[in-house]
């Protein structure tokens, strides 16, 4: 799940990089880095949150 989240995470990072050609390209791209960026952290708070509770041991 951490694998996953940081896999997210660079997706986010690589969205919010991207050249933007125009005004509509920049609000799509902004929202997609949100939402990935979103999923990124519930992902990482998961994955801890398993691993503090014992999970796989």
């Known amino acids: 799940m951490a694998l996953v989240a940081l896999a997210t995470g660079g997706a986010a990072a690589y969205t919010f990089t991207r050249p933007a050609a125009d005004e509509p390209a920049i609000y799509r791209r902004r929202i997609a880095g949100t ?19 014992g999970a796989g041991q």
């Open 35 to 53: 939402m990935l960026t979103a999923g990124a952290v519930v992902l990482a708070f998961y994955a801890y949150t398993l691993w503090s509770w």
